[in-house]
């Protein structure tokens, strides 16, 4: 792919453009991939126009004060620095800009032309690598957007499970590292939002597949639930730690209701991939079963309040029942519906 990008560029440059020795096409086509494999379009841009911009900037200051002088030399690593990192470019993408910055200030013969040659041959090789980096991207965008979506889910309801099992035994060690790994969680929701956006940048330009934008603005909704159902997932584990703190003894009734949130979660996190691949008219058939997963978590939970359990467990029910309004709007449902059935499951009558 590489080779083949600075091969291109090269040529676009000398025979298309005319250029003689277009050294930067196939640098910056390498440079430009190297960075940008993976990355959005947005970004490929960035880094497109902060390696060319590198090479203007070289070329405006030996214009000034001509090459192999240590004022150029001072001047162009100063200027190329500063331009690379005010488009956001990392350390290593940096370095390779200002070593192609440094060729035009020491090493490349002086041009007399008004046309900035050598900054069309970068723009030159960096459009070419964009265009190499959009071609090798997957071909089923949505696939990997799924797979991040289960990744987040499953995440959570490991973090959930455990919790429940640290409750069981009133385990306070293993609830404090339950909820360790639910404070790292939030990276992992993150990058969802990222995959979202690569998802539809990509099936955005893939006119052939345009229609499965639809799939990406459901994803998208679920995920800004999925984000409240993390963050509620950390309290719940948290209370886990203050549970086993408080407790002298396990708690097996609180711990099967969370076990079933647990379960509740993987259901519907499987749902959603078979409602993401079903035809529009049957996206909902495959998430009510993992509704009433959900809601089997919480008549489990409302059970515990009928025993007068401590505050804690209240707590810790409480939140159950906010993991569980969110697991309905993931699974599609309204807010108002998704109280309501939380509600009733919970056995309480609507204000």
Request: glycine letters at 6%; one cysteine or more.
């Amino acid at each position: 792919e590489s080779a083949a990008a600075a091969t291109l560029a090269w040529f676009v440059a000398t025979e298309l453009l005319g250029h003689v020795q277009p050294f930067f096409a196939p640098a910056a086509a390498l440079i430009v991939l190297g960075q940008a494999r993976g990355e959005r379009i947005g970004r490929t841009v960035e880094i497109l126009l902060g390696v060319a911009g590198g090479v203007l900037a070289a070329d405006l200051v030996v214009a000034f004060l001509g090459t192999r002088s240590i004022a150029a030399i001072v001047v162009v690593v100063l200027l190329v620095s500063t331009v690379t990192v005010a488009f956001g470019a990392g350390g290593l993408l940096s370095v390779q800009a200002t070593i192609s910055a440094l060729y035009v200030a020491v090493i490349a013969p002086p041009t007399d032309s008004l046309v900035p040659v050598r900054f069309i041959d970068a723009l030159v090789g960096g459009a070419v690598a964009l265009v190499a980096s959009q071609l090798s991207r997957p071909r089923d965008p949505l696939a990997s957007l799924v797979s991040r979506t289960l990744h987040v889910l499953d995440e959570a309801a490991a973090v959930v499970e455990d919790s429940a099992a640290a409750v069981e035994v009133n385990g306070l060690e293993a609830a404090r590292d339950v909820l360790g790994r639910a404070r790292q969680a939030d990276a992992g929701v993150e990058d969802l939002r990222q995959e979202v956006a690569a998802a539809r940048e990509a099936l955005w330009v893939d006119l052939r597949r345009r229609e499965r934008l639809a799939r990406v603005d459901a994803i998208e909704a679920a995920s800004e639930q999925v984000d409240y159902l993390v963050r509620n997932v950390r309290v719940l584990s948290r209370l886990a730690v203050t549970i086993t703190t408080r407790s002298a003894r396990g708690d097996p009734q609180l711990a099967d209701a969370v076990r079933r949130l647990a379960k509740a979660v993987r259901a519907t996190a499987a749902a959603l991939t078979v409602a993401l691949h079903a035809p529009a008219d049957a996206v909902g058939e495959p998430l009510r079963p993992a509704q009433e997963s959900v809601l089997d978590a919480v008549r489990a939970a409302a059970a515990l309040l009928a025993g007068n359990p401590a505050f804690p467990a209240v707590l810790m029910i409480g939140q159950l029942r906010a993991c569980a309004i969110d697991l309905l709007r993931i699974s599609g449902e309204d807010r108002d519906a998704s109280v309501l059935r939380v509600e009733a499951a919970l056995g309480l009558s609507p204000e």
